[in-house]
Every structure is written in C-alpha cells, then in structure tokens.
C-alpha cells in the first residue's frame, strides 16, 4: 500500500484551477505531459488550446516528412523540439488558465483516500 502524501508532495504534484464564471475546475499534472507525449495534438485539442494543436501537428507533419525523405538531421531536431514541447506541458496549460481568467486554488485536502491513490499511483508512474 502506497504511503499518504504530504500536503507538499501534493503541491509539487499537481494544480487545481477554477472557472470563475461556472466553477469548473481542470487539474494540470504531470501525467498531463506524458498524455500530451503520447496523443500529441488530440491532447491538446481535448484541452481546448487549438494553436498548440497546430503547433504539435505541424511539427509532427515534418517529423514524418523528414522520415520519409530520408533526412536525419531533420528528424533529430524536430523530435528534439517535440519533445521540449511536451515537456512544457504543464507551463502551456497553466498560462493557457491564466489568459482565460481562471483561479488557481489550494490542492484538495490530503485526508481524501481516493485522492491520495491517484496521487500515489501517478507519482510511481512518473518516478519508474
């Protein structure tokens, strides 16, 4: 059984942020970045953030586009840019957020069972 959290852990682990209008709220974590890494723009257009759909869908284009004409230095540095990309996930999401007016709010509390099994299996996920 996976030890709690500490209200730490769970700060450094995930976001919340708020819909002022209709109190939605989205959570931003790093299991967001391996999503984003794995569907690429489908992850972003699920979000809702079209130009960085585009973004990903363009450079994914090239990456094939060098694979196909056998051009290996293009491959290498689109894959580079690709994957900085989704590492910059989180940051994308969380500007993304802010632009639309968004709160960020406190993490939910820690005693919740159900949130420390999440929390718990996908800290293991990203630390293995």
Not at 46 to 62: C, G, R
Not at 74 to 93: E, R
Request: hydrophobic share 50%; no cysteine.
């Amino acid at each position: 059984m996976a030890k709690p959290l500490t209200d730490k852990e769970v700060n450094e682990q995930y976001e919340r942020y708020e819909n002022p209008q209709n109190g939605y709220e989205e959570i931003v974590s790093g299991l967001d970045v391996f999503l984003a890494l794995i569907l690429g723009p489908i992850f972003f257009l699920s979000k809702n953030i079209w130009n960085w759909a585009l973004i990903i869908s363009a450079i994914q284009s090239l990456i094939l586009f060098f694979v196909a004409t056998n051009i290996f230095e293009g491959v290498v540095i689109m894959s580079i840019v690709y994957l900085t990309l989704t590492v910059m996930t989180k940051s994308i999401l969380r500007i993304h957020y802010k632009r639309m007016g968004w709160n960020q709010k406190l993490p939910l509390p820690t005693e919740s069972k159900a949130i420390n099994l999440f929390l718990a299996v996908t800290k293991n996920m990203t630390n293995s």
